[in-house]
């Protein structure tokens, strides 16, 4: 159960009005989280419009490539992976947009994982305030963490945006899996994307020891990885990669990186915490 759901009484898409779900739709629309996002803001009317339409059975990845993506009736999505990727980046705008502008909306449009419909919840009206932050402990402060930004696409080809963004998030779903290390989640960190960032600023803002950055390039068939630790409170570096590949498969492409950085990062705070106990 996500954190969203767990506010969310027994309402279902098939009980909340046609007119309320519209509304949302619309704030979502012309948030500022949704500004610059043509083709998420295209995916995720085509998605909601086809819902509210009574035709949710009919999106599948084959159709949205065509109606939405205007990839032709050639499109093959083994292929291609536009759809999958945007699908994707469509969940993280959403969870942003909830964890910010729309934290006190109404109602909730999600697109869960593993289909391409959404969903749309209403909230418990007893949900009517913000919590208050939650200080950091003395403990939690001491604890090891850290932040993955996204990582940066430095070439004009939005196959390059949508590659960085899914590496980014198996990065941090790879660092997830070492005990002990605090990883912020991706709908925090995803909001420093899109230009350089004060890593110290970072630091502080998200209460953790450790930032991790990089870079991609892509030239043709050609892809080139940057990856780098900083401690967040001096920037200095506390590991530096690069790595490249000829011809290689996205997915192949990403879960080695994520690996690999999982790898000499868990290495990395092994010998951090053996030396300073």
């Excluded at 500022?32 to 995720?44: A, C, I, M, N, P």
């Excluded at 009919?58 to 759809?83: H, N, Q, W, Y």
């Excluded at 960190?189 to 892509?218: H, M, P």
């Excluded at 050609?222 to 996205?250: G, H, K, Q």
């Amino acid at each position: 159960m996500t954190p969203l759901h767990s506010r969310l009484p027994d309402t279902t898409s098939s009980t909340v009005p046609a007119d309320q779900v519209q509304t949302e739709l619309d704030k979502i629309l012309h948030s500022r989280v949704f500004h610059g996002t043509k083709l998420l803001r295209r995916l995720l009317k085509f998605v909601v419009d086809q819902t509210i339409a009574g035709n949710a059975g009919s999106l599948k990845e084959s159709t949205l490539g065509v109606d939405v993506f205007e990839r032709g009736p050639a499109f093959d999505p083994r292929m291609d992976p536009i759809v999958r990727v945007d699908a994707r980046r469509l969940r993280i705008k959403l969870s942003q947009y909830y964890e910010s502008e729309g934290l006190l909306d109404p109602l909730i449009v999600e697109v869960p994982k593993g289909t391409y419909a959404p969903l749309f919840s209403l909230r418990d009206s007893s949900f009517n305030s913000v919590p208050p932050p939650v200080p950091a402990s003395e403990d939690s402060a001491h604890r090891e963490s850290i932040a993955v930004l996204p990582f940066v696409s430095l070439d004009s080809d939005p196959e390059s945006q949508y590659f960085s963004d899914g590496l980014t998030e198996e990065v941090i779903t790879a660092l997830a899996r070492i005990s002990g290390l605090r990883v912020i989640g991706r709908s925090t960190t995803f909001c420093y994307g899109g230009k350089a960032q004060d890593i110290r600023r970072v630091g502080r803002e998200l209460n953790v020891q450790t930032v991790l950055e990089g870079s991609v390039r892509r030239t043709g068939k050609r892809v080139r990885i940057s990856a780098r630790l900083l401690d967040a409170t001096d920037c200095f570096y506390l590991w530096s990669e690069a790595w490249e590949w000829d011809n290689a498969d996205t997915f192949a492409v990403q879960k080695e990186i994520s690996d690999a950085i999982e790898k000499v990062t868990r290495e990395t705070f092994r010998r951090t915490t053996g030396a300073a106990s």
